[in-house]
Structures are given as C-alpha cells and as structure tokens.
C-alpha cells in the first residue's frame, strides 16, 4: 500500500478556470483528467489523502468519488459541501496527524505558519493557497494545481 496527498481538485467547479489558469477547455474535461490522473497512479488498495475542496456540490462528489482508486480520507477544505452528504469516504476530519514512511505529518487544508512537532522535524501537507505562497521549510503545498494535476507521494513531496 502506497500513500497519496492531494488537494484542490475542485470536481464539478467552474470557478476553478477563471480563477486558476488551469489547462482544461471545459470543466468535463478538467474533471475527466483529474479522474484519468489520480487513477494512472494511485491503486485500489492504496491510501489517498484529500486536504479539502474535493467537489462543488454533494452531487458531484457523490459521482466522482465512485470512480476515483484508493481508499480515501477527507480533510475537509472551504469548498466543500457538507462531507456527511457523501458516503465513500474512510475518514472525514478538519485536521489530522499521521505518521508514514518515519515521518509525522500535519495535515490540514490550510497552510500554518506554525504547527504540531514543527521544529523537531514533523512536515505540514496543505492545499488552499494554488500555489501561490511561499512554502516554509517541510511544508508542501499538495494542491493538484503544482502537482500536475495528480496525487503524489510523501517520497515525492521530499525530493522536491
């Protein structure tokens, strides 16, 4: 079992093309090359953290989630409609603490500019900003818009 971070997906969210420069012509075809990318690297069996602003509505949560691989947790973003409305989900929560690959991870939808176990070496994963801040030291932005459009892993995330 491997373990994936993402964010920003936005399914369903026309917004998303204005706001964003994002290389899609429609949102159909943002959200099927979301879908194609998440599944080209995540497997059935592995674990997918989403760090918020999973889908528009309920509605299209409840259709994407379905065809989207791995077992998925919901750190719940601004945008996102009430998570309680979509099965499917493993775990729902605003903010988490996990450990993976020796590492302790905070994860949250919003970046911190400071946060559990900063300075003895634990890592804050978030989406919310698009890339647009400036990371501090172990704080990656897993947002789709910076990850080309896919989730990644821990090992990724530290080799950039």
């Not at 988490?96 to 994963?125: D, T």
Request: glycine share 8%.
């Amino acid at each position: 079992m491997v373990t994936f971070f993402t964010s920003d997906t936005h399914f369903g969210d026309h917004r998303t093309l204005n706001l964003y420069p994002r290389p899609f012509a429609s949102m159909g075809e943002m959200d099927a090359e979301l879908v194609r990318r998440w599944n080209a690297v995540v497997a059935p069996d592995d674990e997918v953290w989403h760090l918020g602003d999973f889908a528009r509505t309920a509605k299209r949560a409840a259709e994407v989630l379905p065809q989207l691989h791995g077992v998925k947790h919901l750190i719940v973003g601004n945008n996102d409609p009430s998570p309680g409305e979509v099965p499917g989900w493993a775990s729902v929560a605003p903010y988490a603490e996990i450990e993976r690959e020796g590492r302790f991870l905070v994860l949250c939808h919003y970046p911190f500019r400071s946060w559990n176990r900063q300075h003895r070496g634990a890592v804050n994963l978030h989406g919310h900003s698009h890339g647009r801040m400036k990371p501090l030291p172990r704080q990656f932005d897993v947002g789709v818009d910076v990850r080309d459009y896919r989730p990644v892993t821990l090992t990724e995330l530290l080799a950039s």
